[in-house]
């Protein structure tokens, strides 16, 4: 188990920044995704960690040490590629046993790392496989058992399951991640798929343009995103534009309705424009009978789209604030059609606000 | 009941959906047919002359015999076997290496690579003869050994290998099997050996033995170079005895077409097997 630290990493690709002055630590035995869209430098940080990219400028320090002028051959980290990575011409056992090879280890010692190492990843009696004999998944599995058996001191995973079917995908990266806790070991992953990043991570670190935009656990980037990037990256976000009447009382006017930040940190002087955040599924709706007012508090919307997610509903609303989507139980949303006129309700507790 | 009937006789059965499926357009025998004409009727042709004029209580093999019992036939033959030899060995190690880096770390060099490995196909052979013989004379004690052959034939023989090898990096993931041997802590040779070399082995084999066509069939610069190669045996051999130097032309094709089943078993191997011969696991 080893910690790893980023300082100040810079790399740039002609004119393209890929890296501006990334900064990172990780804990010992910490599983850290980044997390970000195609191009924001996530896979840039992890070849410089691995070995096989170089940076303009920074440091990598893993259990405190520079490894930069390491060759990626001396740094002993178990790396997983998005792109199938097993030797074609080797059994999966013999794959799991290469890097034990150039260990120089006894014959017994290796067949015996890689038959734990394949019964870990569930595939004991694939042993004697070709890659093209694998699936998919298998193969990637193989290719973890592969990256472990060496006792990386630092795991890398480059996208591992991008190329996997939906279901194999949730079942891998759980797979992944009781492996990850089984062994202790201090991991970072790289993945565009946010439900990836949040369901199996210790901490996500939200990356765009090079920087990390926000580093914090699954929980908090979710609920508490902190720039306008994260609310719209991470999840489904409604944006409602204000103005905020004022400070002390954290009230912001969106419209005609006053609406109060529960965000301590809420910090914008009287007439700032602000951007408030509220997920689909703090809107809740209820049927409105004809001619009828909303109650206090509450206002009215109309339904524009109605889309079935499964367990929930999303119902698209146009409303006196501007366009909203509400996440309501499928169940419910069986009694609404387009045009039906409903009741609105925030839930002004998960108001999140960002300055414009 | 009756429309019952009438729903099962519309429904093609499955005995005719298989005729269908497995009938073949008469115009594509037609084609078939011509091209295997092509191939076949001069082969025939070779064959039936080189049995011809046998005197009477003589072998219908007499010409082959005689060219078997020749000297000149043996040394000929050996002589273009050891070029050929060489000119793959050469070949290889000077392709391989190249090939490989250009590929992993210069993949900027490819066009330049690839424009430079048509040259051969473009300069006819005699052009790039009389090109390289002044340079070549100056080497003496390279000029008068049949291996000055073999370092031409590498030039020749370039386009086919380069091309083979090119094929063979492109199909696979190269970059991504580098870096993974490479966090497994494998250095470059180990990881040219054990993970590249092998998945390269049909390419390998394949350009191999469009070298060994190549070294074996040349004519023209063997004999302005005045080596007595298989060639130009054959061609002197059929200027004085047409019989003779028709069965000689058969002998090399038997030979080209033993290569190409060697190709073929070759590549019929397995990855296992080769890995096996290659990486020399365990």
Not at chain 2, 153 to 163: E, I
């Amino acid at each position: 188990m080893a910690t790893v630290e980023l300082r100040g990493l810079c790399r740039t690709f002609g004119s393209v920044v890929a890296l501006d002055h990334l900064d990172l630590e990780v804990h010992s035995g910490e599983f850290v995704s980044l997390l970000g869209p195609s191009g924001c430098g996530k896979t840039t940080a992890l070849r410089i960690i691995a070995g096989f990219e170089w940076p303009d400028s920074g440091e990598v320090l893993v259990e405190g040490q520079d490894v930069l002028g390491q060759a990626a051959n001396k740094r002993n980290m178990g790396m997983v590629f998005q792109a199938y990575s097993l030797f074609p011409n080797l059994t999966a056992q013999q794959n799991v046993e290469f890097g034990l090879r150039v260990r120089k280890e006894s014959r017994e010692k290796r067949a015996r790392r890689a038959r734990e190492l394949l019964e870990l990843v569930g595939l004991a009696s694939a042993m004697d496989r070709y890659p093209r004999q694998l699936s998919g998944g298998q193969q990637q599995r193989v290719a973890l058992a592969r990256s472990l058996a060496i006792e990386p001191r630092v795991l890398l995973l480059d996208e591992p399951l991008s190329a996997l079917d939906a279901k194999v995908r949730v079942q891998l990266r759980a797979e992944v991640r009781r492996i990850q806790l089984e062994l202790g070991i201090t991991t970072l992953y790289v993945t565009h798929d946010q439900e990836e990043a949040l369901s199996i991570s210790d901490r996500v670190a939200v990356m765009s343009q090079g920087r990390i935009e926000q580093l914090g656990t699954p929980a908090q980037i979710y609920r508490s995103p902190r720039t306008a990037f994260v609310a719209n990256f991470v999840g489904t976000m409604n944006k409602l534009e204000g103005t905020v009447v004022s400070l002390e009382d954290r009230v912001v006017r969106c419209g005609p309705l006053l609406l109060q930040v529960p965000d301590p940190t809420f910090n914008h002087p009287a007439g700032e424009k602000v951007e408030l955040f509220l997920r689909p599924e703090d809107i809740s709706i209820g049927l409105l009978s004809n001619g009828d007012k909303p109650a206090p508090g509450l206002f009215e919307g109309r339904v524009t789209s109605l889309t079935f997610l499964g367990p929930v509903t999303r119902v698209g609303l146009e409303t006196e604030i501007g366009p909203l989507m509400a996440d309501v139980s499928s169940a419910v949303a069986l009694g609404l059609t387009a045009d039906t006129v409903v009741a609105v309700k925030l839930d002004s507790t998960s108001l999140r606000s960002i300055a414009r | 009941m009756a429309q019952v009937t009438a729903v099962a006789e519309a429904r093609p059965s499955s005995h005719r959906i298989r005729r269908a499926r497995n009938r073949v357009p008469v115009w594509h025998v037609i084609w078939l047919v011509i091209a295997a004409l092509v191939f076949l009727v001069p082969i025939y042709s070779v064959v039936q002359f080189s049995l011809a004029g046998v005197g009477p209580g003589q072998s219908p093999f007499h010409w082959y015999l005689t060219v078997f019992d020749d000297p000149m036939f043996r040394s000929s033959f050996w002589l273009s076997i050891q070029i050929s030899l060489e000119t793959v060995a050469v070949s290889l190690v000077l392709m391989v290496p190249t090939v490989f880096w250009v590929h992993l770390r210069l993949p900027g060099l490819r066009p330049v690579m690839d424009l430079i490995s048509i040259l051969p196909f473009v300069v006819p052979p005699i052009v790039l003869v009389v090109g390289l013989l002044p340079f070549l004379k100056n080497i003496t004690w390279l000029f008068v050994r049949p291996e000055v052959l073999s370092l031409i034939y590498v030039v020749f023989a370039l386009p086919f290998l380069y091309r083979a090898l090119d094929a063979g990096l492109r199909a696979i993931d190269l970059r991504t099997l580098v870096e993974a041997a490479e966090s497994l802590g494998a250095k470059m040779p180990r990881t040219l050996l054990q993970v590249i070399l092998p998945n390269l082995r049909a390419a390998i084999i394949g350009g191999s033995l469009l070298t060994v066509a190549i070294a074996m069939g040349e004519y023209t610069v063997a004999s302005l170079l005045e080596f007595s190669t298989f060639p130009v045996y054959t061609y002197t051999i059929g200027t004085s005895t047409a019989y003779e130097g028709v069965a000689l032309s058969f002998i090399s094709f038997i030979f080209v077409w033993a290569a190409m089943l060697a190709l073929y078993l070759l590549g019929r191997g397995g990855r296992s097997a080769a890995a096996v011969a290659i990486t020399n696991y365990n």
